[in-house]
């Protein structure tokens, strides 16, 4: 189903903030930020700055009205540093002037004096030091200890997965405008309305109803919106109130790239007990994540990083240890896969060790462990409906797994220079917000005397085709064509309270709020039919705009069907909560379902490596993936080969780099993504009768699971370059890339 937004994204005429008309008196904000990870603030000297042309104010922690506080889940971040430094790049004070240019100058000339203090910038040495944001957490199950007398192989080894920049296409902005009665409207480029409403209420002073969010759509997220957007709108929103004008804050490329959190790098060690035959019999591991200078939504990450440590696999002994390690970087924060990722390329570093050892392929190891239906996550969930070995299986049989694998050896063993290599990855992903308190959505929905309709939800358009699928879940349920109905921008006016889109869970939740919301307009409508018509309800529906009688036509339709209900005084709107059920977790036993479903699929990778330069090519991706009956195919196709471009990247190319806490990976000379050439040959399959009862019109998430097929390259890649250097044991240490390649091949000879 074609969508007026869809269209817009094609045509390049998407409106996002930036380009918003300049309202009347508008004024531009740029922030002051430090130069040094860690340093006691001595004083701030604003004098030089307001002498400047078109410097309009200064202003810093001293002239905030409410709370310097802008952390969400820990309160441990101020919006302004007031005594101390922590990261290069935390904002001090914000300039506010006539131009974006003078702003930007007036920051630069703002004087600071510092007191330069010692800095961590490891995860191993910030826990070492005892710098955690919170107490370290572990799941266990069975009997480790004594399960490692059982092993017949027993294989240890360290990873190292690296950050990610997450280079949206719109950074970050807020366009902030003062209204009467002291309440101020904030148009801000956020996955979080509500958050955003809250904290701005928190450091103005103000309460929550004398601020509105709205947001349109983004352009792109994958959850650097999801907190990190909400110091520039509060920067705004302060400068808006202070000044009584208008006042647009929107960071540059570099500005971005520098201020803003990214994914978390993870330093891990594994230890994995298998039998003779391959089967795991324990695993433990211990996951150090570098969460930066302040909490941000670093907890809960690490949090969905103990859930899937285990990656597609049942293992009946496991103990999963995770510390979040405070350093002096830019606070790390949501990324798409949200700490799944990292973990779960730990498990398959340790398959990947074990299949060196036992000298079997690692696709014997994979397949000999895959869930089961009602095998147990070490948290105590129990697997339903679990497609990891249909979904391996059809993989494997479709894509002829076997035959690959003997045609990579067989071009490897008459190569000198050049070397394939091949592997599969499986994915196993939990659906929800591990926060039972987030798993809720509201809709309202308006049908005007005219037939249109309008469709208000919590749900932000980041380009992942969300309006979309609540356009087809409103179209589906009240029967009409899809052109008859409007999704509007989200505000936090219109539906209140909601959680951010993020979790993959954005359709999910928002679409059966939808679902819910026409569902009771619907059934008032067939009321309305059955007394005109003299017949059941029970008998009656609404396809393609006209009422049927037991699926037959009859001369009722959409339009006047609605006007007749309009004239009878019933209510043609309605509003719909929908909390996600049977959700919790109780953290002090480290048990719950903090799931609602999985995700599952698998995905067959090829590369290729010339040996003498280090250099390579993914050649093909071939996918299959649990969809459940997709609402929109053409975009779940989308995000499955999007994702798996995206963790691609992070596997291979796109190396992040601090030199004593500066970012020199800070703009695309120095940070590489992939592009239309380094994309390989795209093949993806959704499994068939996989319907998903808990969620919307059966349908499943799609935004995060695919990312994690990306992890599959890196194996592959190994793949290739032990058939060069068989003699080599193999180095998990993300991104894989010519550079590390090269050494790989050539290192120590």
Known sequence: MSTPDLEAHIRGTSRYIDDMADPAGLLHAAAVTSPLPHARLVSIDPSQTLDLPGVVAVMTAGDIPGANQIGGIIQDEELFAETAVHFIGQPVAVVVAETSHQARAGARSCALELEELPAIFDAREAAAAGE?????????????????????????????????????????????????????????????????????????????????????RLGGAFGGKEDQATPWAVMAALAAQRTGRPVRLTLNRHEDMCFTGKRHPYSSDFKLGLKADGTILAYEVHLWQNAGAAADLSPAILERSLFHATGSYFVPNARIHASSCRTNLVPFTAFRGFGAPQAMFVMEAAIDRAAEV???????????????????????????????????????ARFDLEALEAEVDSFNAGSKLTKR???AMPVCFGISFTNAMLNQAGALVHVYTDGSVSVSTGAIEMGQGVNAKILAVASTTLGVSGDRIRIESTTTRTVANTSPTAASSGADMNGRATELACRAISDRLLSVAAE??????????????????????????????????????????????????????????????????????????????????GIYTVDRVRMVHDGGRSLAEKVDMGQLEGGLVQGLGWMTMEELVFNEGRNVSDTLSTYKIPDLPSTPILEGHFLEDADNPKAVMHSKAIGEPPFMYGIGVYFALLDALRAFRPEREGVYDTPLTPEKALVFLHGNR
């Not at 690692?362 to 979904?391: H, I, T, W």
């Not at 705009?545 to 709107?573: C, F, H, I, Q």
Request: aromatic share 8%; glycine share 8%.
């Open 132 to 216: 955690l944001i919170t107490a370290q957490r572990t799941l266990e199950n069975g009997d480790v200890d004594a399960a490692w007398d059982n092993c017949d192989v027993i294989v240890e080894g360290s990873a190292e997965t690296a950050g990610q920049e997450h280079l949206y296409l719109e950074t970050q902005a807020a366009l902030a405008l003062p209204e009467e009665g002291g309440r101020i409207k904030l148009f801000s480029s956020t996955q979080a309305p509500t958050a955003v409403q809250k904290i701005t209420a928190r450091v103005l002073g103000l309460p929550m109803n004398l601020v509105e969010v709205e947001v349109t």
């Open 421 to 423: 290599g091949v592997a």
């Open 358 to 396: 036992m000298r079997i392929s690692r696709s014997e190891v994979q397949a000999k462990n895959l869930l089961n239906e009602g095998d147990a996550f070490p948290y105590g969930m129990r697997v339903e409906r679990s497609r990891a070995r249909r979904s391996f299986g059809e993989a494997v």
């Open 532 to 613: 005109r018509l003299d017949i059941s309800p029970n008998r009656l529906a609404i396809n393609d705009g006209v009422v049927t009688v037991d699926g037959n036509p009859k001369e009722l339709g959409w339009n006047e069907l609605v006007w007749n209900a309009y004239t009878k005084r019933v209510n043609l709107s309605a509003h719909a909560h929908y909390a996600t059920p049977g959700i919790w977790y109780d953290k002090e036993t480290e048990r719950g379902e903090p799931f609602a479903y999985h995700v599952f699929g698998t995905a067959i990778l090829e590369v290729t490596v010339d040996c003498l330069r």
